[in-house]
């Protein structure tokens, strides 16, 4: 039984750590519960958030609607020959789910490891990292349609995934909840290694023949490594989207900057670091006020205690402005801001 609750923080329910409050949370557990919530008339009337770890999340005021966080949980699969249907609640902590797979050597989203939030949120915001996409080993979806309570299945087509994109947050934004989400995946390891510094990690650990735990593992490292952990420094991992420039944008720009660093992009065009772009701009590690960057890596925005989200805002923007000044480069937020 779902019940909604009145003036609630919502410090504890975000990786950056804000303390703002939402004038109505309620916990949904299953299907019923959904069905439940949206009995209530408040739900039906007020505005709504769907909120799963809250880790890409930058809450600049209080929130006067409903919080409905999805902890809809289970993880089950099926095999055919190499191919592994691998089927999970929206409420599984994402790194749960990949843990589950590497110990069952299910590979797929190995490169993936310890992106934070839920399973629920993966579709919505097509997450990434080391060269593989939610998209690579997407299959389908289950969602709940608020408007008429029904179930609807979505295929990867209906979809429409785009870099850190997908039709939730475009025309279908606000009218779904997506409660599980299905994965296929293989027995039969295809490694993605090339990105970032996987490759390099391999071979100081003399690792030759890796397997998707060693995969697993190193990306972990080097996460690690560059990122804060949330439960410590509050943060929602890269704030700013890789930005994607057109081939000849590029041509002009790395005549200026020959060490910028980019990568292939899909239809041509070059994908841009916005770590190095930032941290060229002398932001790395600086603080100011309760927010700043991260002293290993300038992609992350950090909360030193006590920031405020507005506070948070103001410091992304500045970035924004000196990147685009200095690169003629824009900077586009990959944290939803509220």
Same mark, same amino acid.
Request: aromatic letters at 10%.
């Given at each position: 039984m779902s019940i909604l609750q009145e003036n609630v923080s919502l410090k504890k329910y975000n990786t950056f750590g804000i303390d703002v409050n939402a004038s109505y949370f309620v916990e949904v557990k299953n299907g019923e519960d959904l069905r439940e919530v949206f009995s209530n008339p408040i739900a039906k009337t007020k505005k709504l958030l769907v909120l799963g770890g809250g880790s890409n999340m930058l809450f600049t005021k209080d929130f006067d609607g409903v919080i409905l966080k999805v902890s809809i949980q289970g993880i089950t699969y099926q095999t055919q020959g190499d191919d592994v249907m691998v089927t999970a609640g929206g409420g599984v902590v994402w790194n749960d789910l990949v843990s589950y797979c590497v110990e069952n050597n299910f590979a797929g989203i190995e490169n %993936?490891?310890?992106?934070?939030?839920?399973?629920?949120? /993966?579709?919505? !915001? *097509?997450?990434?990292?080391?060269?593989?996409? #939610?998209?690579?080993?997407? &299959? &389908?979806?289950?969602?709940?349609?608020?408007?008429?309570?029904?179930?609807?299945?979505? +295929?990867?087509?209906?979809?429409?995934?785009?870099?850190?994109?997908?039709? @939730?947050?475009?025309?279908?934004? *606000?009218?779904?909840?997506? +409660?599980?989400v299905q994965f296929h995946l293989s027995k039969q390891a295809k490694l993605q290694t090339h990105y970032g510094a996987i490759t390099?990690? %391999?071979?100081?650990?003399?690792? +030759?023949?890796?397997?998707?735990?060693?995969? /697993?593992?190193?990306?972990?490292? =080097?996460?690690?490594?560059?990122?804060?952990?949330?439960? +410590?420094?509050?943060?929602?991992? &890269?704030?700013f989207k890789n930005p994607v420039i057109e081939k000849s944008v590029f041509d002009d720009l =790395?005549?200026? @900057?020959?060490?910028?660093?980019?990568?292939?992009?899909? *239809?041509?065009?070059?994908? #841009?670091?916005?770590?190095?772009?930032?941290? !060229?701009?002398? @932001?790395?590690? =600086?603080?100011?006020g309760e927010t700043g960057t991260w002293k290993n890596q300038a992609l992350v925005l950090v909360n030193h205690g006590y920031a405020s989200? !507005?506070?948070?805002?103001?410091?992304?923007? !500045?970035?924004?402005?000196?990147?685009?000044?200095?690169? /003629?480069?824009?900077l586009e937020r990959e944290v939803n801001i509220l």
């Amino acid at each position: 039984m779902s019940i909604l609750q009145e003036n609630v923080s919502l410090k504890k329910y975000n990786t950056f750590g804000i303390d703002v409050n939402a004038s109505y949370f309620v916990e949904v557990k299953n299907g019923e519960d959904l069905r439940e919530v949206f009995s209530n008339p408040i739900a039906k009337t007020k505005k709504l958030l769907v909120l799963g770890g809250g880790s890409n999340m930058l809450f600049t005021k209080d929130f006067d609607g409903v919080i409905l966080k999805v902890s809809i949980q289970g993880i089950t699969y099926q095999t055919q020959g190499d191919d592994v249907m691998v089927t999970a609640g929206g409420g599984v902590v994402w790194n749960d789910l990949v843990s589950y797979c590497v110990e069952n050597n299910f590979a797929g989203i190995e490169n %993936l490891t310890l992106i934070p939030g839920t399973v629920g949120a /993966s579709p919505i !915001q *097509n997450i990434g990292a080391y060269g593989v996409e #939610l998209k690579d080993v997407f &299959s &389908s979806c289950m969602a709940f349609e608020i408007a008429t309570g029904e179930t609807r299945t979505f +295929t990867y087509a209906d979809c429409n995934f785009g870099y850190r994109d997908s039709v @939730f947050k475009n025309e279908l934004k *606000n009218k779904y909840i997506i +409660t599980s989400v299905q994965f296929h995946l293989s027995k039969q390891a295809k490694l993605q290694t090339h990105y970032g510094a996987i490759t390099a990690e %391999l071979e100081k650990r003399n690792i +030759t023949k890796p397997t998707i735990a060693d995969i /697993s593992k190193v990306v972990a490292d =080097i996460r690690v490594s560059k990122l804060p952990d949330p439960k +410590t420094i509050g943060n929602a991992g &890269s704030f700013f989207k890789n930005p994607v420039i057109e081939k000849s944008v590029f041509d002009d720009l =790395i005549k200026k @900057f020959p060490e910028v660093v980019n990568y292939p992009a899909p *239809n041509g065009k070059i994908k #841009l670091a916005a770590g190095w772009l930032i941290e !060229q701009c002398g @932001f790395k590690g =600086i603080v100011v006020g309760e927010t700043g960057t991260w002293k290993n890596q300038a992609l992350v925005l950090v909360n030193h205690g006590y920031a405020s989200g !507005q506070e948070v805002y103001i410091f992304s923007e !500045q970035i924004i402005n000196t990147v685009y000044t200095k690169f /003629s480069v824009k900077l586009e937020r990959e944290v939803n801001i509220l």
